[in-house]
């Protein structure tokens, strides 16, 4: 009796070359699938970690409820864990430190906060208090708990115990934002109410809209007090916001690709290797067996690779995972090294799928293969003479005319197998299709982690309107010991616009919906309540701007000549307009004077930091650069701000210090040392490259080992035919030379296919994630173009080297009775 999996596993164990390049093709797929879906589930859990961090692990907040309202909420079947916190509506210091707040909170309040204590115990009682450590020791040096602090809060002096010193945060420590903790009861007391705002987690069966709409509804909450976390919320999945939504889309578009991608690259390299095989299947039908027989002994096969091909595969995945943790841990100790992180990071649900699809794959990709298997033709398989008909003939006939022997035998291969040379391209363009499709996702996330403040290392800051900095304070910060270089800049708030018809339809429907923030007005101008922001550079610093440029060009004396400026993209805020369709050559309105953008740069929240205007809590419509000499026809101000940066080894601290005694008679006038948030900031750049060429790395590795594996096997399978021609009289160096026109066809047809799918899905995945929320533009992806031609090209030339001289070692005579 014909044992199908024994004849499958004999020639597996014979055709060791063959199987390796077939086992290869499938792990190339699985490892798609996991590395790919493995970076994503770690840059989502980078971003819930971060948030978490941050902000806490509350999903719902609602403000200002009474003990009644609170009671009601904690008691609800939807919420799975909640706190309570009050924050101290009086000004409070310690040793004459004005303090960012004085928080009271329960148990559960500084758990939703993620406030984690390290050492002693939580504020319960009347007069404790708890600090972060680093906190504790700035404002009260060698402080240990059972201290006693003073507090001075409303110009009352209070006696505080130290109870617990809080785990350090790291935006409070390298912001220098001083923060304490005291019991809910006595924030209640101070404030003179028993309201109190309630943290909640909700369910995870719960939908968070209808939740909010619930609360709001049965406890008479208005919508102002209700208020979600956006962010957390976003990187669960349980976000309910049309932007949010639209990014979900998005992944769910960009999961199918990679996962048909993957099918398609198992499909064609077991095909393949089917096909090239019908003279097997042949022989073996004529010595009696069924081509039921036939299909079980193809699927048996199938199943053994598949087998063969999960380890490797997976393995790519989980290592790619294992690194990307490593490497935050390292350089995010603070949020990434603590007890609770995890030292190693494997996304198993990734590598399950990966296993799953590649092992499922295979079997599905053998069925169709399995049947034309059995449906061979003992004697046409005997003979190797595939019926030939006479427009093939033509065809070659035609084409020696035209093109040099090898050319015309390549392009006789090609429309000879018309169907397995599109399934191979298709395959072939998928690397191309996934490198263009998941461009946008690496903008994506290189704006979510782009650090977008420009304070250099040290800076004087004054938000009183109409203040500024005197030349000769200037020259005085420019000459403290360790100062490199210093900056001065001029911002000032502006009523600024622009036409209506300049938006496209979807932020013209935006407008239209706005509401008071954001609308249309008579003259077809876009109207809103936000003030915008213009910042006077030096023709230096605005040369600077160059790495910040998207679009246009950046030169001081075109602004000059022709009243220009450069406008920061902005965020795509609620009731604000997407300024993603504004280009260069666009003219806004300012303060009633036409001024023409010349350039679009990135976002800089350096816009937030001089607040002078009624509106300043709100964000501006705007952000624009200019130079000095433009700024002057709205505002002739001094510098009211003015960054530093320092000599390797300089104390900012020390600087800070000394810029503080010489700004200490400019009203409002703050300065502070940056140098650990530089640092942070870059750091949090780095991470985000890892990702975004992480991801094209990963992408083009697989699509490379793709192109090399399919291109090689296609070499290696044909063997006897090439041998058969070497045989007929076509040299070595004619082989070579049909072979690379052979590959090259595949390769123009990959480029085609993957650019004609790639650009639109490119410009779509753009629309829905990075011009939605971040305004930036979309314009054709050249440099993954590209990457993906030279790529391609080189990953097919490398694919020949060493089939070519596998074939060129063989005899003739034993080529051409390979199987």
């Known amino acids: 009796m014909l044992n199908e999996s024994g004849i499958a596993r004999r020639y597996l164990s014979t055709q060791k070359k063959r199987t390796v390049l077939l086992t290869m093709g499938v792990a190339l797929a699985m490892a798609l699938i996991s590395t790919v879906f493995s970076m994503l589930n770690l840059m989502q859990a980078f971003e819930v970690r971060m948030t978490i961090e941050d902000s806490g692990v509350?999903?719902?907040?609602?403000?200002?409820?009474?003990?009644?309202?609170?009671?009601?909420?904690?008691?609800?079947?939807?919420?799975?864990?909640?706190?309570?916190?009050?924050?101290?509506?009086?000004?409070?210091?310690?040793?004459?430190?004005?303090?960012?707040?004085?928080?009271?909170?329960?148990?559960?309040?500084?758990?939703?906060?993620?406030?984690?204590?390290?050492?002693?115990?939580?504020?319960?009682?009347?007069?404790?208090?708890?600090?972060?450590?680093?906190a504790l020791q700035k404002l009260s040096p060698g402080a240990k708990i059972g201290d006693t602090l003073i507090l001075t809060i409303a110009g009352k002096k209070q006696s505080y115990t130290v109870s617990g010193i809080l785990r350090d945060n790291a935006v409070h420590r390298d912001s220098k934002l001083y923060k304490a903790w005291i019991s809910l009861g006595e924030a209640q007391q101070l404030n003179g109410s028993d309201d109190a705002d309630v943290l909640m987690q909700v369910a995870g069966n719960a939908d968070i809209g209808k939740f909010v709409k619930s609360v709001e509804s049965e406890q008479h909450l208005s919508k102002d007090q209700m208020q979600t976390h956006g962010t957390l919320l976003a990187a669960t999945g349980r976000s309910d916001s049309r932007e949010v939504i639209a990014i979900y889309a998005v992944g769910a578009v960009l999961g199918l690709v990679v996962l048909f991608a993957a099918i398609v690259m198992i499909y064609n390299a077991f095909n393949m290797s089917v096909t090239q095989r019908m003279r097997q299947f042949g022989l073996l039908r004529a010595i009696g067996a069924t081509p039921k027989q036939v299909r079980r002994m193809v699927r048996a096969e199938a199943a053994q690779v598949s087998l063969l091909g999960v380890l490797p595969g997976v393995a790519l995945g989980a290592v790619v995972s294992m690194l990307l943790n490593l490497l935050l841990r390292s350089t995010f100790p603070a949020y990434f090294g603590g007890p609770d992180a995890p030292v190693v990071f494997i996304s198993w649900p990734s590598l399950a799928i990966g296993a799953i699809v590649g092992i499922l794959g295979t079997l599905l990709s053998a069925l169709r293969p399995a049947r034309r298997a059995g449906k061979v033709s003992p004697v046409e398989a005997i003979a190797a003479m595939p019926g030939a008909n006479f427009k093939k003939r033509k065809t070659m006939g035609v084409a020696t005319h035209l093109l040099p022997v090898e050319a015309a035998i390549a392009l006789r291969q090609v429309l000879m197998r018309k169907r397995a040379f599109l399934l191979t391209a298709v395959s072939l363009a998928f690397g191309i299709l996934l490198l263009l499709a998941f461009s946008p996702v690496t903008d994506f996330f290189a704006q979510g982690t782009r650090h977008t403040y420009d304070l250099g290392d040290v800076y004087a800051l004054t938000t009183t309107p109409g203040q500024g900095f005197s030349d000769e304070t200037v020259r005085d910060m420019s000459k403290i010991d360790g100062v490199q270089s210093i900056s001065p800049k001029r911002i000032g708030s502006v009523d600024a616009t622009f036409a209506y018809s300049l938006l496209g339809e979807n932020y013209q429907d935006g407008v239209k919906n706005g509401g008071a923030k954001a609308s249309k007005g008579a003259d077809g101008m876009v109207k809103t309540d936000a003030k915008s922001k213009i910042l006077g550079l030096s023709d230096t610093d605005i040369r600077a701007l160059q790495s910040d440029l998207i679009l246009g060009k950046i030169d001081p004396a075109q602004l000059d000549k022709e009243n220009g400026v450069l406008l920061m993209i902005n965020e795509g805020l609620p009731g604000q307009p997407n300024l993603g369709d504004l280009q260069p050559g666009d003219i806004i309105r300012v303060n009633g004077k036409s001024l023409k953008i010349c350039g679009i740069v990135q976002t800089n929240e350096v816009i937030y930091e001089v607040n002078n205007d009624e509106t300043a809590h709100q964000a501006p419509l705007f952000g624009m650069y200019t130079t000095n000499k433009v700024m002057r026809q709205f505002m002739?101000?001094?510098?009211?701000?003015?960054?530093?940066?320092?000599?390797?080894?300089?104390?900012?601290?020390?600087?800070?210090?000394?810029?503080?005694?010489?700004?200490?008679?400019?009203?409002?006038?703050?300065?502070?040392?940056q140098q650990a948030q530089k640092q942070e900031a870059q750091n949090a750049n780095m991470i985000g490259n890892v990702f975004v060429y992480g991801f094209i790395g990963v992408i083009a590795l697989i699509g490379v080992l793709n192109i090399i594996n399919t291109i090689g096997t296609n070499v290696l399978v044909r063997?006897?035919?090439?041998?058969?021609?070497?045989?007929?009289?076509?040299?070595?160096?004619?082989?070579?030379?049909?072979?690379?026109?052979?590959?090259?066809?595949?390769?123009?047809?990959?480029?085609?296919?993957?650019?004609?799918?790639?650009?639109?899905?490119?410009?779509?995945?753009?629309?829905?994630?990075?011009?939605?929320?971040?305004?930036?533009?979309?314009?054709?992806?050249?440099?993954?173009?590209?990457?993906?031609?030279?790529?391609?090209?080189?990953?097919?030339?490398?694919?020949?080297?060493?089939?070519?001289?596998?074939?060129?070692?063989?005899?003739?005579?034993?080529?051409?009775?390979?199987?």
Request: glycine share 10%; with cysteine; charged share 15%.
């Open 58 to 134: 509350w999903e719902v907040m609602a403000g200002a409820c009474t003990p009644a309202q609170a009671a009601a909420l904690q008691k609800r079947v939807d919420v799975s864990a909640s706190g309570k916190v009050a924050v101290v509506t009086q000004d409070a210091q310690i040793g004459g430190t004005d303090l960012q707040s004085l928080t009271g909170a329960d148990a559960g309040g500084f758990t939703q906060r993620h406030w984690l204590l390290k050492s002693g115990k939580l504020p319960r009682g009347t007069g404790e208090i708890a600090l972060e450590g680093w």
């Open 636 to 673: 002739d101000i001094q510098p009211n701000l003015v960054t530093m940066m320092l000599r390797p080894g300089t104390n900012g601290d020390a600087v800070a210090a000394r810029v503080k005694q010489l700004t200490a008679n400019v009203p409002g006038a703050t300065s502070a040392n």
């Open 719 to 819: 063997t006897r035919e090439i041998g058969l021609l070497r045989a007929g009289g076509m040299t070595m160096g004619q082989v070579t030379s049909m072979l690379i026109n052979e590959s090259v066809l595949y390769g123009v047809f990959a480029l085609a296919i993957g650019l004609a799918a790639g650009i639109p899905l490119n410009h779509w995945f753009s629309q829905q994630m990075v011009q939605r929320l971040y305004g930036l533009p979309w314009h054709l992806p050249w440099l993954f173009i590209i990457i993906a031609c030279a790529v391609t090209v080189a990953a097919i030339f490398l694919s020949l080297v060493s089939p070519l001289r596998q074939i060129k070692k063989l005899e003739i005579t034993r080529a051409v009775t390979v199987e």
